[in-house]
């Protein structure tokens, strides 16, 4: 017999299975004449799925950790559950809650429109507007957001009129700080003009990720510059702009609470009130931590449908929704159970 051309080895097995071969059986695969038999005795193997024993170990861990956790707040009488539920929808924090959002929209609106105006500055041709914006930029980011706002509050004491006429010159129209800005109006100036040095940084970073060249390809095709920016650069620069927005805004919405220390109603401050009143101090921050919880994921579920509508651009089928999916799961088993494939 010519060994030559019947010998089966590992090199001229499938490249996908030479390491399914035992070492115990070289013998026997080596020896038969065809390679249909190796085939055959590969496919005889079994097939052994990994364990991961230590991974079950530390889920099933965690996993008792988390019960025991749940458990605590079942069972601990000092959580006092009763007076959470009471205080949940008082009508005082209700009222707490719409001034903290108030806040939110606010600081959020006016914030993003004067950190556009200063991303756009930043990247201008004019070394002295880009000067004027970066100095804006590392002087807010720099003092402590706390300060600021005490700095607002504190306006009629630094000037106590403000007005509109010919630099340096005489005033045409003037009005009283004193009346104007109150702890309310100072908080939104406060919280505005410090988002508004972290959104133009957010910004300025999403419009510089896209590539020059997009711009470049439509002045050649003879699309006018504003349009370049609508059409072109804004959908692209959106996508790296919105998780970075988001979380500024989640992390101003949080930051409301800063406010307390100008006597503002909003949340934290009003559940301070409650439980300098009543000591039921666990239970009342625990409202606050459920209203802030509870706004928080809206928030996170509205940045992901934004974030959706935006990536159309770069994914021509985005993946399903949670909401589809499930939709598609209970379709999948209606179906099944319409077929007999599962028993109702």
Do not use: C
Not at 15 to 37: I, Q
Not at 41 to 69: E, I, N, S, T
Not at 140 to 168: C, D, H, M, T
Not at 203 to 222: H, P
């Amino acid at each position: 017999m010519d060994t030559t051309s019947t010998a089966v080895t590992a090199a001229s097995l499938p490249p996908s299975s030479p390491s399914a071969l035992p070492a115990s059986r070289p013998d026997k695969v080596s020896g038969e004449v065809s390679g249909e038999v190796s085939h055959d005795d590969l496919a005889a193997l079994k097939v052994v799925p990994a364990r991961h024993y230590w991974r079950w170990v530390a889920g099933a861990a965690a996993l008792v950790v988390v019960a025991q956790f749940g458990h605590g707040l079942l069972t601990n009488p000092g959580w006092e559950w009763d007076t959470f539920f009471r205080y949940l929808t008082a009508d005082t924090v209700l009222k707490a809650v719409w001034v903290t959002l108030q806040l939110t929209f606010y600081g959020t609106a006016i914030g993003f429109a004067l950190g556009i105006l200063l991303a756009f500055m930043r990247l201008s041709r004019s070394v002295i507007l880009q000067t004027i914006a970066w100095t804006y930029i590392w002087a807010f980011r720099s003092i402590p957001l706390i300060v600021q706002l005490l700095f607002w509050f504190n306006l009629a004491y630094l000037y106590k009129e403000l007005g509109v006429g010919v630099p340096f010159g005489p005033v045409l129209w003037s009005f009283d700080t004193m009346n104007l800005v109150g702890a309310l109006s100072a908080a939104v100036i406060g919280l505005a003009l410090h988002q508004a040095a972290y959104a133009a940084e957010i910004v300025r970073g999403g419009i510089i990720s896209v590539d020059s060249g997009q711009l470049e390809a439509a002045a050649a095709l003879g699309i006018p510059r504003l349009r370049q920016l609508r059409r072109v650069l804004l959908p692209q620069a959106m996508r790296g702009i919105l998780p970075n927005a988001a979380n500024e805004v989640i992390s101003l919405f949080k930051g409301t609470s800063i406010v307390s220390v100008m006597a503002i109603g909003e949340l934290f401050y009003q559940v301070q009130v409650i439980y300098g009143r009543n000591g039921r101090v666990v239970p009342l921050l625990m409202v606050a931590t459920a209203w802030y919880i509870l706004l928080t994921t809206l928030l996170s579920i509205a940045q992901y449908y934004v974030e959706r509508h935006f990536a159309r651009g770069a994914e021509r089928t985005p993946p399903p929704t949670p909401l589809q999916r499930a939709r598609a799961f209970s379709l999948r088993m209606r179906a099944a159970a319409a077929t007999g494939g599962i028993q109702k």
